[in-house]
């Protein structure tokens, strides 16, 4: 038996059937919204700082052509001992060269104790020996 090309054309394809895949995306994406939401609350409640604090730079050092080493003393003027989340920003003339680095205190701090630490920031262009303004906050 022959078949012509006509007849061959006239033959219906089956479609495999469409899996219902709505509910199971659903409820992955309600599981990694509330992951998401538990592991930004917790960390916001470790990194949460209950004090507040004053800080100021005290002294940059060049440690290379990128780097630049910048003491903070950071005072706790709370009433309860807290673990400050500090930003350095380090600037050159006109913003010619800059760099920002932020992190927390090793320690808690506690009420009334003046803490000194080093923060090392990346400077925009191998510029760090041109950075002449640095500023902390907590």
Known sequence: MS??????????QRRAPKRKKAPRRRLVIVILLGFAGITAWFLWSVYSSSGSFTAKVTG????????L???IQVTNTG????????????????????GVNAGSLSAPVQPGQTMTTVMDVVITGQG??????ATVSC
């Open 3 to 12: 078949y012509s090309y006509a007849q061959a054309q006239a033959v219906p």
């Open 60 to 67: 940059t050092t060049v440690i290379n052509p990128a780097t």
């Open 69 to 71: 080493a910048v003491t």
């Open 79 to 98: 009433t309860s001992a807290a673990t400050p989340m500090c930003t350095v920003d380090a600037t050159a003339p006109a913003r010619a060269y800059t």
């Open 128 to 133: 760090a020996r041109y950075v002449t303004q």
